[in-house]
């Protein structure tokens, strides 16, 4: 156990020192949410509303609305970020050297996950301040808006860990991100509820944001900051955090799939 809590210490100290001294990854990772709540978010201020649905009391601007979302947002660009770093220190040959530790290889991965979801969760909280120094109206979160917040940053991390089995090439990583990340945060609740994209007559659209993990953890995270029921939300991320890693744990295993690609593409 003390070994296994070392190795934690230790990978998780070398990511927020990595992150310590990339000043920009900060500041890009806070830019493109607060443009979506102070450019887009303003002009549809007055215009769009939210009706009192679960789990609002009373009618809201679309700005709180969408706080949620964009905080979905960070978690999910943070994490599939991580697949780009596990990725690069496959290439440099970290990675090999990390994996060889007297330790199971499902514990390595994990404090790699737990060390992308601490990341995610940094961020999450800066851009959480500057939204509400910018005056937009939020509760104050609780226990389970905090444990919601940390369950969708773990499971976007395990999405990480999983794609960056399959990224053989540090080139080929925007093109899958643009195929994950895109279709995750636009098919989902983040931007407008279900209810209007049934009301419009998408319906191809509202079948894919329901069965949409992305969803599900932004819903969690919405009805978390007010107390009410999540319903299925919680098992869904649950699920597909569980389901993520252990398929991710199966892509490292030498026998199946880290061991063919370190061997076409490792150092």
């Known amino acids: 156990m003390r070994h296994a809590l070392q190795a934690l210490a230790a990978i998780a100290s070398r990511e927020l020192y990595k992150f310590s001294r990339q000043y920009g990854r900060l500041v890009s990772a806070l ?4 443009l979506w709540l102070a450019v887009f978010a303003a002009g ?3 215009v769009f509303g939210v009706a009192i649905v679960e789990p609002y009391d009373t009618y809201i601007s679309y700005d709180t609305y969408i706080v949620p979302g964009l905080i979905g947002m960070v978690l999910l660009f943070n994490g599939m970020q991580s697949s780009l770093s596990m990725v690069y ?5 970290l990675m090999r050297l990390l994996l060889t530790a007297p330790l199971p290889r499902w514990w390595i991965l994990a404090c790699k996950l737990i060390a992308t979801a601490l990341l995610s969760l940094v961020q999450a909280t800066a851009f959480v301040i500057v939204a509400a120094l910018i005056g937009t109206a939020l509760p104050w979160p609780g226990v389970q808006a905090l444990a919601a917040a940390v369950a969708t940053a773990l499971m976007f991390g395990a999405l990480g860990l999983l794609l960056s089995v399959h990224i053989r090439q540090l080139e080929n ?4 991100m643009n195929f994950v ?4 945060y636009f098919i989902s609740t983040a931007l407008y509820p279900l209810w209007k994209l049934e009301e419009s007559g998408a319906t191809w659209v509202w079948r894919v944001a329901q069965v949409n993990p992305f969803t599900h953890a ?3 995270m919405r009805f978390a900051l007010y107390d009410k029921d999540p319903g299925l939300a919680p098992w869904v991320v649950i699920g597909t955090l569980v389901a993520a890693f252990v ?3 199966r892509g490292y295993d030498p026998q199946r799939g880290f061991g063919p690609l370190a061997k076409r593409g490792g150092a």
Do not use: K, Q
């Open 31 to 34: 830019v493109r949410p607060l």
């Open 44 to 46: 549809f201020r007055n």
């Open 89 to 93: 220190d496959r290439e440099m040959g």
């Open 173 to 176: 990583f925007a093109g899958t």
């Open 181 to 184: 990340i895109f279709p995750m």
């Open 218 to 220: 932004v819903e969690w």
């Open 247 to 249: 398929l991710a744990c």
